[in-house]
């Protein structure tokens, strides 16, 4: 197997695992938005605004109340980013380590060998931003949507003369839409979908960042994403699309390198190394002699799939189809996998891993890193 199919094999999987531990810190944000939810509902029970006789008297109480909720909403949310920066600064080194060891598999010798410090693990995840603003700063403006959104609704439904059913009703939702309807349905949605794009840019920053350290190793950088029905159409286009180390454009290629992903909201997109052939490789400046030495003990095989060229492109699908019953077993559960074997779920359906987080500790474990 061509070296490239064989790292898009390797990366795709590792794509899996790492949804799991994605899952796992927007559950934790979720439960989170879920508590500030029920302090903000409580709050509303016990002060009613609705209560006090006066239209003047009833604005001061929702006032009050929200200004004690804006102070809530900010400090979650700094609870939620702090959550985050921390999975944040543990995966970027270990997600170094796997990417090296995951090439120098493919290549049959230990020629990756620079990795990402803590001290660039740390300015890496402070320097995180999202189509051009810093993450900090987009989570400063997640918390300021919830405040505005739930400021605007309780003193909508106090302007109107509502009760305290319906002032509650305006937050949390209906019973009768199984509270799907509450504004905290759309701020979990909005909360996750940050917290993945956060998530993708973190992975993408640290590959990248190993894949600048190891230059020399590399013929370029090829687009992979896993091609379903929530493929963007950006990505669709960039699919396989490959670039040279210093950014210009592969064969088969029109624009020039645009950046790392994630390339917009959500996206789900990553970069595998193209490597040199094999003849290069044993030409490459400064490796020591056990490099060459193990270069020199490399098989047949090994040398022909290191080619220089970039990964045929699959389907997340075709490549689970590929795998041992035992191997889907361990990437999407038991359940899952039987649904997989027997045709009853598709591309969409396995993407989503939300019903199986992993702490980043189980992944630390799965790699044999302490």
Same mark, same amino acid.
């Given at each position: 197997?061509?070296?490239?199919?064989?790292?898009?094999?390797?990366?795709?999987?590792?794509?899996?695992?790492?949804?799991?531990?994605?899952?796992?810190?927007?559950?934790?944000? &979720?439960?989170?938005?879920?508590? *500030?939810?029920?302090?903000?509902? #409580?709050?509303?029970?016990?002060?009613?605004?609705?209560?006090?006789?006066?239209?003047? $008297?009833? !604005? @001061?109480?929702?006032? &009050?109340?929200?200004?004690?909720?804006?102070?809530?909403?900010?400090?979650?949310?700094?609870?939620?980013?702090?959550?985050?920066?921390?999975?944040?600064?543990?995966?970027?080194?270990?997600?170094?380590?796997?990417?090296?060891?995951?090439?120098?598999?493919?290549?049959?010798?230990?020629?990756?060998? @620079?990795?990402?410090?803590?001290?660039?693990?740390?300015?890496?995840?402070?320097?995180? /931003?999202?189509?051009?603003?810093?993450?900090?700063?987009?989570?400063?403006? =997640?918390?300021?949507?919830?405040?505005?959104?739930? &400021?605007?609704?309780?003193?909508?439904?106090?302007?109107?003369?509502?009760?305290?059913?319906?002032?509650?009703?305006?937050?949390? $939702?209906?019973?009768?839409?199984?509270?799907?309807?509450?504004?905290?349905?759309?701020?979990? @949605?909005?909360?996750?979908?940050?917290?993945? /794009?956060?998530?993708?840019? /973190?992975?993408?920053?640290?590959?990248?960042?190993?894949?600048?350290?190891?230059?020399?190793? *590399?013929?370029?950088?090829?687009?992979?994403?896993?091609? #379903? &029905?929530?493929?963007?159409?950006? %990505?669709?286009?960039?699919? +396989?699309?490959?670039?040279?180390?210093?950014?210009?454009?592969?064969?088969?290629?029109?624009?020039?390198?645009?950046?790392?992903?994630?390339?917009?909201?959500? %996206?789900?997109?990553?970069?595998?190394?193209? *490597?040199?052939?094999?003849?290069?490789? =044993? @030409?490459?400046?400064?490796? /020591?002699?056990? =490099?060459?030495?193990?270069?020199?003990?490399?098989?047949?095989?090994?040398?022909?799939?290191?080619?220089?060229?970039?990964?045929?492109? =699959?389907?997340?699908?075709?490549? *689970?189809?590929? !795998?041992?019953?035992?191997?889907?077993?361990?990437?999407?559960?038991? !359940?899952?996998?039987?649904?997989?074997?027997?045709?009853?779920?598709?591309?969409?359906?396995?993407?989503?891993?939300? +019903?199986?987080?992993?702490?980043?500790?189980?992944?630390?474990?799965?790699?044999?890193?302490?």
């Amino acid at each position: 197997m061509a070296a490239a199919d064989e790292l898009e094999d390797a990366l795709i999987e590792r794509d899996a695992r790492l949804l799991r531990v994605e899952a796992a810190i927007k559950l934790s944000a &979720s439960r989170r938005l879920k508590a *500030l939810e029920r302090d903000i509902v #409580d709050d509303l029970q016990r002060n009613d605004p609705t209560a006090m006789v006066y239209e003047g $008297g009833r !604005q @001061r109480r929702a006032r &009050s109340i929200l200004q004690r909720t804006t102070s809530r909403i900010a400090r979650i949310f700094g609870l939620i980013r702090g959550d985050f920066k921390a999975a944040a600064l543990e995966v970027v080194p270990l997600e170094a380590v796997n990417l090296r060891e995951e090439v120098n598999e493919v290549i049959g010798a230990q020629l990756m060998s @620079r990795g990402i410090t803590a001290k660039a693990a740390q300015g890496l995840v402070d320097d995180l /931003t999202i189509e051009g603003a810093r993450l900090n700063d987009r989570w400063k403006r =997640q918390a300021a949507v919830v405040s505005n959104g739930v &400021s605007d609704a309780v003193m909508g439904a106090v302007r109107r003369g509502d009760n305290v059913g319906q002032l509650v009703a305006a937050v949390r $939702g209906t019973a009768g839409m199984h509270f799907k309807n509450g504004l905290f349905r759309t701020y979990d @949605r909005q909360t996750s979908a940050l917290i993945q /794009t956060a998530f993708s840019n /973190t992975i993408n920053a640290a590959r990248h960042d190993v894949y600048k350290r190891n230059v020399e190793l *590399l013929e370029g950088l090829q687009a992979i994403n896993p091609l #379903d &029905s929530k493929t963007s159409t950006i %990505c669709q286009a960039r699919a +396989g699309r490959w670039w040279t180390p210093d950014g210009r454009p592969g064969a088969n290629t029109r624009e020039a390198f645009p950046g790392h992903p994630p390339w917009h909201f959500q %996206c789900r997109t990553t970069l595998i190394p193209i *490597l040199k052939p094999f003849d290069r490789l =044993q @030409r490459t400046r400064g490796l /020591t002699a056990q =490099q060459k030495a193990d270069l020199k003990e490399m098989s047949r095989e090994k040398q022909v799939g290191l080619n220089g060229k970039p990964a045929a492109g =699959q389907t997340y699908d075709a490549f *689970l189809r590929k !795998q041992s019953a035992e191997k889907r077993r361990e990437i999407l559960g038991t !359940q899952k996998a039987k649904l997989f074997a027997d045709g009853q779920i598709g591309m969409t359906d396995l993407i989503d891993q939300s +019903g199986r987080p992993m702490a980043v500790e189980a992944l630390k474990e799965k790699a044999g890193i302490d």
